[in-house]
Each structure stands twice: as C-alpha cells, then as structure tokens.
C-alpha cells in the first residue's frame, strides 16, 4: 500500500519568507509526527497529532512554528518568517496510534528546507 | 519519563565483521523498543521493534536485537556486515510516552 508521502521533496527559500510543508499519512493511522533533521543531528521532535484530540506541540521551537491536520489526515507544517537555521530536513510520520497496540512509527521521505 | 543512549556516533567494520550497535534506555514503565534504519536522502525505516515476548528481535536484512531488561539494553547486532548496510541507526523507546523518544543515531560505516 501508499505509504507515507511529503512535498516538496525540497524547498529553497529566502530569509523571511512564508513555507509550506505537506504530509499525507499512511490511512486510517490516527497518528501522525512532524520531527526536524539538522546536518549530522537526530531527530527533533516537533508536534504530535493523535485523532481528533488537541496536539502536543510541546516541540515547536518557536511561535514561527505552527501545524496543521485536517479531517483526521493530511497535515501542514507552517514556518513563518524563516531564517537559516530553520534549514534542515523536515520529517513527517504516521503510526496506528495508541490504540493500535503499538508505537511504531511510518516516515516520510522528508523535505530539505533551505533558506537562503 | 524516557530516554535513549546511543555509544557512539560512528561505527567502522569491516565486510563480512559482526555489526554490533549499542542502545540503552531508561522508561518508567515497560518499554516498546525499535531500531530504525536511514539511508542517504531517506527516511527513517523499521528494522525491528520488541514490545512483549520474546527478548530476541529478528528484523529484516538479517539484523536483530536483545531486550535486557536488567541491563536496561536493547543492542542491534548483525553477523557478517555488507556494504550496503552502511547507513545510520537509531534506537528509540516508547511506552513512557505516546511520543517515542530517538537516540542521537549511530553512523555504521563498512569498507571493504
């Protein structure tokens, strides 16, 4: 089956501008992850999405920062008025959640920000 | 609370040597553990999980794990190395919390 897909694959940026960043989860997984990925970094949690229930964005590295899932699946991360450490690649993730016995987690692809 | 210790950052070995990458943890409640695997340009892809059971993992491209609860341990091992297991791994660790928590990630490096 469709696996996890994120777009766009990469996205150059100037300094200060407005992005986007899509994610379409696996199906029917009520769980869904934003991570950022700095050069030679681990993971960064950023926010977490399960069901209809209120996000955890206890990730976020600042208000610039904000997230999106509508209607239980796609999701949108927003940065605002980047900067260049903002540049790094951003991970999205799917799970079955919670109750789905499990903690396992489906990535993306991801999206290498640069900003400029 | 959880949280994971990757030792070391770069692995170096061998074709044809053991693969042996070292992940503990701490989690105040039984622990879901996984190794995941990440290539160049990739994102992060199971290699195996242990959540109850048995303590030794089989995952795919003949990797495994042992859970030692005693040691707080969840180390991935492989007994002959290939080139195209060069990559990087992480160790992560659930069940403390629904957001599972990643190690720093280790870069195995295999030469011929």
């Known amino acids: 089956g469709a696996g996890v897909s994120q777009s766009p694959s990469n996205k150059v940026t100037e300094k200060g501008k407005d992005v986007e960043l899509r994610c379409d989860p696996i199906?029917?997984?009520?769980?869904l992850y934003w991570y950022r990925q700095s050069l030679g970094q681990g993971l960064e949690f950023l926010i977490y999405?399960?069901?209809?229930?209120?996000?955890?964005k206890s990730g976020l590295p600042s208000d610039r920062f904000s997230a999106e899932r509508t209607g239980g699946s796609v999701s949108t991360l927003t940065i605002q008025r980047t900067q260049q450490e903002d540049s790094a690649v951003y991970l999205c993730?799917?799970?079955?959640?919670?109750?789905?016995?499990?903690?396992?987690?489906?990535f993306g692809p991801g999206t290498r920000l640069t900003v400029t | 609370a959880q949280s994971v210790t990757q030792l070391g950052s770069h692995v170096s070995v061998s074709e044809g040597a053991l693969v042996l990458l070292r992940c503990n943890y701490s989690?105040?409640?039984?622990?879901?553990l996984f190794w995941y695997v990440q290539y160049p340009n990739q994102g992060l892809q199971l290699l195996l999980k242990?959540?109850?059971?048995?303590?030794l993992v089989k995952g795919i491209n003949g990797f495994e794990a042992e859970f030692k609860k005693s040691e707080t341990s969840f180390h991935l091992t492989k007994p002959s190395a290939h080139m195209s297991d060069a990559a990087e791994y992480f160790c992560?660790?659930?069940?403390?919390?629904?957001?599972?928590?990643f190690g720093r990630g280790t870069s195995l490096i295999v030469h011929p």
């Open positions: 993730a799917s799970s079955p959640g919670v109750a789905g016995g499990t903690y396992e987690q489906y």
């Open positions: 199906s029917g997984h009520t769980a």
């Open positions: 999405f399960q069901g209809n229930s209120a996000p955890d």
């Open positions: 989690s105040s409640v039984p622990p879901y």
């Open positions: 242990y959540t109850t059971g048995a303590t």
């Open positions: 992560a660790v659930a069940g403390g919390s629904y957001i599972p928590t």
